[in-house]
């Protein structure tokens, strides 16, 4: 990851991710994924009296991935859930103070992943699913850059591809980006 696109905020949160983890007796669980790059993220919310108590994360990302999954943890930690739903992925790339806009497609991860487990949330208590994911069709990817971050910053490339491309870790159950891992296996 190239110092000079991304911020000091970024490279924190992606040098040291706060609250990596997952929680075994989360009220909300939620994980998304993108079937191109391979990249998965997955958001625990401990939930009590209608507020965020507690939130892990567990991501297989690029660092932009990383460091947008760290930081909605620590926006999210104590709201209540009605006021998490209103956290969009463009209020997480601010929050870092901006992402190069190739990267911007990383922050809907992290907002789809909230949404997701605040909606598991919802469903285990006889609640209906609402909003909207960001969207996986605005999350392309591209691999090339991807690859290019890793080089520069001395990491292996992704190698679990098929036809070019990076395994969906949902359909094999492999995380394609091993070697990206925050948060343990
Ligand atoms: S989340 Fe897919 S390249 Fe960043």
Known sequence: MSKELYTDKVMDHFMNPRNVGEIPDA????????????????????????????????????????????????????????????????????ALGGLPPRKMHCSNLAADALLAAVNDYRVKHGLSQIGEPAGHGAHQHEHDAADADDAEAGRPPCTLRVDGKCVDPQAGGVPARKARIAGGG
Do not use: W
């Not at 909605?72 to 209020?91: P, Q």
């Open 27 to 94: 009220d909300g669980v939620g994980q998304v994924g993108n079937p191109v790059c391979g990249d998965v993220m997955r958001i625990y919310l401990k939930i009590d009296g209608g507020r965020i108590q507690d939130v892990k994360f567990k991501t297989f990302g690029c660092g932009a991935a990383i460091a947008t999954s760290s930081i909605i943890t620590e926006m999210v930690k104590g709201m209540t859930v009605g006021d998490a739903l209103e956290v969009s992925n463009r209020h997480v790339a601010d």
